[in-house]
């Protein structure tokens, strides 16, 4: 393991090549590195080493990727999560991302694009807590972004990280369009070469944890925005 000022990160990965191709783009970048071969290893490193984030690969030995996501966010640890998988269907997309996974990389990948998106994840991580709470709402919908509660006709929902982050991000600019490049950068921290779908992967579960209420309108062409009026 190396010894970094950027932090630790976890990378569980059972391909000794991309495990070392990703080890060696996080160390040039100044992070420190623990590798990991099974899901049971990164979930002791996850729960005891306190890494600033860590890289999980879906497919791993005794205990997938999304368990060991689903495990520690029964356990109310928050660090920022990455997947690494050959799997590119939308149903594990939107199930990585459901478990509370920060963000979801198919394989093929660059390595430069995994260090920037671990930045952009960790960038997001260190706004949330500095942010001024504050109290948003529309069409029965709230949100305190001090508390990090949402609410839904007084009932409250889980949201994951990012779901939450997006949901404070629209109802603070309420009526104004955004369009998908827009918010990978303001809400993600990352640019749209990396790639939009997983703006639409987070709007499409975000809609069915608000629902009955409708809140988030689709502008063709444009993007989304928190409107009243989207029902």
């Known amino acids: 393991?190396?010894?970094?000022?950027?932090?630790?990160?976890?990378?569980?990965?059972?391909?000794?090549?991309?495990?070392?191709?990703?080890?060696?783009?996080?160390?040039?970048?100044?992070?420190?590195?623990?590798?990991?071969?099974?899901?049971?290893?990164?979930?002791?490193?996850?729960?005891t080493r306190s890494p600033v984030a860590a890289i999980l690969d879906v497919g791993l030995p005794s205990m997938a990727g999304t368990e060991v996501c689903a495990a520690l966010r029964s356990a109310q640890n928050w660090t920022p999560i990455l997947f690494c998988t050959a799997r590119d269907d939308e149903i594990d997309r939107v199930l990585g991302l459901e478990l509370g996974a920060d963000?979801?990389?198919?394989?093929?990948?660059?390595?430069?694009?995994?260090?920037?998106?671990?930045?952009?994840?960790?960038?997001?991580?260190?706004?949330?807590?500095?942010?001024?709470?504050?109290?948003?709402?529309?069409g029965g919908v709230e949100v305190d972004t001090n508390a990090r509660r949402a609410t839904v006709g007084g009932n409250e929902i889980e949201l994951t990280p990012t779901e939450?982050?997006?949901?404070?991000?629209?109802?603070?600019?309420?009526?104004?369009?955004?369009s998908r490049d827009q918010l990978l950068t303001d809400v993600w921290g990352y640019s749209s070469a990396v790639g939009s779908r997983t703006v639409d992967v987070h709007v499409a579960q975000l809609r069915s944890k608000l629902e009955p209420v409708e809140i988030i309108r689709t502008v063709r062409g444009g993007g989304y925005s928190a409107d009243e009026r989207a029902g």
């Open 103 to 138: 963000d979801y990389i198919t394989k093929p990948f660059s390595p430069r694009e995994v260090v920037a998106r671990v930045k952009a994840v960790l960038r997001r991580s260190e706004a949330r807590e500095s942010v001024t709470g504050d109290v948003l709402s529309m």
């Open 164 to 178: 939450f982050d997006l949901l404070a991000y629209l109802l603070r600019n309420p009526g104004r369009v955004f």
């Open 1 to 47: 393991m190396n010894e970094s000022n950027r932090g630790l990160v976890v990378v569980a990965e059972d391909e000794p090549a991309i495990a070392d191709l990703l080890s060696l783009y996080l160390t040039r970048d100044g992070y420190a590195v623990d590798i990991v071969t099974d899901g049971r290893e990164a979930l002791e490193a996850i729960s």
